[in-house]
């Protein structure tokens, strides 16, 4: 298990205020249970909580999670609840473009070698499949902002903020380069000594796999306090213009500028990297394990 996780590169911050533990989209995937006729009425007292938790990342899912906070009418209900339905078609063909990439790969995995044709093709299948989500989820901001009254869209602003603060407060500090490259051998040696334990590595390999991982850090850099301080910006981008009157999601920059399959990109490179440093059992073993669910913790990032 805890090789799948050393290999995801992928940058899902957004996942952290975003997706939440209800996420199911291609960096979550933890069901989500409520149902608009399970959950009680509004009432001065409790909010409503009869919107089902939306199943995706970005700045809609953060957004609409947060709306069932809300108290909101059965009009607002019912027409929140027709916008998160429209999700549904389009989370399943980005998680199914996933999974596809994540079978060829492993496949790759066991034979050996890794068919560039069909990983090119997922990567493309990808890209297009969330094109047409994000596409989505500029109407579906939209419809919730046209849906929630003044006092409404101020209350869900503050709760949102509340919650970028807190995943702030949560941040490591930064700390100088040395402290960042001590850091990075650390955590280095960390995934070598679970691989060598998982993958019964010997001398030579163990050799090749640090020099493997020493260069995969080198060229990712600070990339990944990079593209988080990025979504930030991006969320206050958002959440000043929700806050204002006509207010249109086609204004906003709502997603990351990077084609959308860049994480799996920089896990192939790693894979084909290593993956000839390996015997057969120990690729039927790397394949096998990536094959398994993550553990329920590293599908829930934040909550």
Known sequence: MALRLAFSLSLILVAAPACQSHGKGPGASASATASASAAPAPSASAPSRRLPLLRRQGFAGLAFNSAGDLDLSDDQVSTLKKLEDDFEPLDREVRAASEQLQADLNAGIRAGKFDEAKLKADAAAI?????????????????????LDPDQ???????????????????????PDAGASAAAAKRNQQTLDRMTKDLA?????????????????????????????????????FLDAFDRPGFSAKDVDLTDSRPAHTPQS???G???TLVPILTPEQREKLAAARSRPPPIHMRAPLN
């Open 153 to 175: 869209r101020s209350a869900l602003i503050t709760a949102l903020r509340k919650r970028e603060a807190a995943f702030q407060a949560g941040r490591p500090p930064a700390v």
């Open 127 to 147: 890209d297009k499949a969330s094109l047409t989500a994000q596409a989505q989820e500029v109407d579906a901001i939209d419809g919730l902002y046209g849906a």
């Open 270 to 272: 790693l894979l084909e």
């Open 201 to 237: 590595l010997d001398a030579k390999q163990k050799k090749e796999v640090a020099a493997l991982l020493a260069k995969q850090e080198g060229a990712s850099g600070s990339g990944s306090a990079d593209g988080r301080d990025d979504m930030l910006k991006r969320l206050d981008a």
């Open 266 to 268: 920089a896990e192939i």
